[in-house]
């Protein structure tokens, strides 16, 4: 009988993907906001833009960032360790943080004798242009555990590790609390053994600010991306955190030219021919971009204009322009060397000016802008939150890739899970939401609708069929059975635990009592005393005259806050 290895892996594969398809729901991305959260209640327009998140029993509300450089999570107390030559007062503070985490009002918040023993990641990284405290942070932090809910849909709240900052640990202006997204990532882990999401995948945008028309929130994927806000081709590079890549996140770009894209339609390069400019992404850093020096002068003399300072407010180093002067009105494309581009609309890099006053207000100042770009020297150029206006990014952690594409400026949203390749979960997809596996060819389709590219084959006597039917039921029938096994305790896995969660994870989040053990080697203490002012290298060019001064009242023209008040996310019964 030739033909039967042929028919049986037919009716073989039919039958599992049905069987694998069965009854096993894929587990759906969760996505969580980034938009403006009013952070106290008695102040109007005391607004910052973040993810909510409600931390302790009872839930207190604070807003946090997403910082892929840090695998534990930062969060801060009354002890906010504000830098006073950027924060000038203690109210300016907590809002900037994005309110305060009290700890002793919590009855969850467990201590512990250091972040390590409360399951925090022993690693954390030291890389050059990085801010200065962060290998400080680990030895220096006031540790515990704590339950925190995000978003509508996460209805079970999570137990992580949480650090609290005893020192000025990060530069005055990338504020609020800080969520670790790195590649252990605490979090993420939680999240994954929760069952909450299926895959260490994280996807940002950032929305759309300060314009009159068409502001738009930004959002936080968990577990896939949102394919809606998405455009065109993607990039896809691996994940790179060695020192010799020298980009704390990972995730460094090459841009081999910066079109300046006029609006008579004439574009102009500014990078010098043949050269190439490296980028490192920090969606959490407060500009569009940070790049040499020469670069940013180079854009602004091919736009002809003057700046009138250096600004001092929420985009803190940005370059500030008269409003009613001559504005550069055009876009600006980054020519990524993987052949993608990303066009970053004016709105988006020239923005009003906005601060937050001494009374907790945030002001926009739409008789100022500021050009969200700064002359850096010797360290990494970086890509910042104005970049991810533009550009979507996702970051697998799984794989160990990072994946842009132009974004899409929607409200509309199309969560797509993604799964690890080769994992169990990936046939689980086919109702609900949609499920992509990456390197997937067209063999998943096959499994999906049962076996649409049926196998040529010569026609069969019945006789054989016969034969195939009576040999076939009794070895599939036990197959069958054995998959049914197979794959209950898989879909049932699935929901604790993937490949990569560390071992022991689980059992950590479980008990609380830690069993890390110390790298030694890794969280080193910086030799002698931190630096008094982190913020030193980044204001290096600063000239004395430019640095921080008070702001004078009648500098702040009020307008009204553009962020709607979020009254769920501080309501206390999600
Ligand atoms: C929350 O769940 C509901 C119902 O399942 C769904 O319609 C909605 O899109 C989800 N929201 C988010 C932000 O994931
Ligand atoms: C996170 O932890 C991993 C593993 O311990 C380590 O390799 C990495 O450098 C740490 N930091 C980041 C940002 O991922
Ligand atoms: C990731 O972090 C856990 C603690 O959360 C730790 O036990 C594990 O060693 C880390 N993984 C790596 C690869 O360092
Ligand atoms: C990225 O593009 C490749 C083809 O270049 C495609 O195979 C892959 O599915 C895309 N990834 C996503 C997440 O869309
Ligand atoms: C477009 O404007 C730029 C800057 O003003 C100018 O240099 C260029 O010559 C103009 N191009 C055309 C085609 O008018
Ligand atoms: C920009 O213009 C100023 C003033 O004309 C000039 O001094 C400077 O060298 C120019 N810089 C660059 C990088 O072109
Ligand atoms: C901007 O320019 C206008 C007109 O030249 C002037 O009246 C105004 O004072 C300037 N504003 C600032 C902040 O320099
Ligand atoms: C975990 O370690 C990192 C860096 O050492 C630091 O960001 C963080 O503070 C620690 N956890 C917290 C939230 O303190």
């Known amino acids: 009988m030739p033909h039967m290895p042929i028919t049986s892996t037919f009716v073989f ?12 729901d894929p587990v759906p991305p969760l996505a969580l906001p980034i938009t403006d959260i009013k952070i106290s209640s008695s102040i109007a327009n005391s607004f910052m833009r973040g993810i909510p998140v409600n931390i302790g029993t009872p839930p207190q509300s604070i807003v946090v960032l997403p910082w892929p450089d840090l ?3 930062s969060i801060y107390d009354e002890q906010s360790n504000c830098d006073s030559s950027i ?9 900037r943080r994005g309110g305060y985490f009290l700890e002793t009002e919590s009855t969850t918040f467990t201590m512990s004798a250091d972040l390590i023993a409360a399951g925090g990641t022993p690693n954390e990284l030291n890389t050059p242009g990085i801010e200065l405290g962060v290998s400080k942070l680990l030895s220096t932090s006031l540790a515990g555990t704590e339950t925190l809910t995000t978003g509508p849909n996460i209805t079970k709240a999570l137990t992580i590790p949480i650090g609290i900052p005893r020192l000025r640990w990060d530069n005055g202006y990338t504020m609020l609390h800080a969520m670790g ?19 260490r995948v994280w ?10 028309t068409n502001a738009m929130d930004g959002s936080l994927v968990l577990g896939g991306y949102d394919k809606e806000k998405v455009t065109g081709r993607n990039v896809t590079l691996p994940l790179d955190y060695t020192p010799q890549s020298g980009c704390w996140t990972g995730m460094k770009v090459t841009v081999s030219n910066l079109m300046i894209n006029f609006r008579n339609g004439t574009d102009v390069g500014i990078l010098p021919r043949n050269s190439a400019l490296q980028f490192c992404i920090v969606p959490q850093r407060q500009l569009l971009m940070e790049a040499p020096n020469s670069i940013v002068d180079t854009f602004q003399n091919a736009t002809k204009m003057t700046s009138i300072g250096t600004s001092f407010g929420l985009h803190w180093n940005s370059r500030l322009f008269n409003a009613s002067s001559n504005i550069f009105d055009g876009d600006v494309t980054f020519v990524l060397n993987d052949g993608l581009d990303i066009r970053v609309s004016n709105s988006q890099f020239f923005v009003p000016f906005v601060d937050v006053d001494r009374g907790g207000v945030r002001n926009v100042d739409r008789t100022k802008k500021e050009l969200v770009m700064f002359g850096v020297g010797e360290e990494l150029a970086t890509l910042g939150r104005y970049f991810l206006t533009a550009a979507y990014l996702m970051v697998n952690h799984d794989e160990r890739t990072f994946t842009m594409w132009q974004a899409n400026p929607t409200t509309k949203s199309s969560l797509v899970a993604v799964q ?3 994992s169990q979960t990936r046939d689980c997809g086919s109702s609900g939401g949609s499920v992509d596996t990456f390197g997937e060819g067209s063999d998943r389709n096959t499994n999906r609708d049962g076996g649409s590219p049926v196998p040529e084959s010569a026609p069969l006597s019945t006789s054989m069929i016969a034969g195939i039917a009576v040999g076939g039921v009794v070895v599939l ?4 059975a054995a998959i049914f096994i197979i794959r209950r305790r898989k879909c049932r896995n699935m929901a604790t635990k993937t490949e990569a969660t560390p071992p022991g994870y689980d059992q950590v989040m479980a008990s609380g009592d830690g069993f890390f053990i110390v790298d030694q080697n890794s969280p080193q203490e910086i030799a002698g005393s931190f630096p008094g002012n982190p913020n030193k290298r980044k204001s290096v060019e600063l000239r004395a005259e430019q640095r921080p001064q008070e702001l004078h009242g009648s500098l702040h023209t009020y307008l009204p806050g553009r962020g709607p008040f979020v009254s769920k996310w501080v309501s206390t019964t999600w």
Request: charge should be negative.
């Open 477 to 480: 029938a036990s197959i069958i």
């Open 71 to 73: 695998n534990n999570t």
């Open 87 to 95: 924060i000038w007062n203690d109210q300016i503070c907590e809002i």
């Open 181 to 199: 997204m790195g590649s252990n990532s605490t979090f993420l882990h939680a999240l994954v053994a929760a069952g909450q999401i299926s895959s």
């Open 203 to 212: 996807s940002i945008w950032w929305g759309r600010m300060w314009t009159e």
């Open 13 to 24: 594969t039919t039958w599992i993907g049905r069987v694998l398809s069965a009854g096993c």
């Open 420 to 422: 690890r390749e080769g």
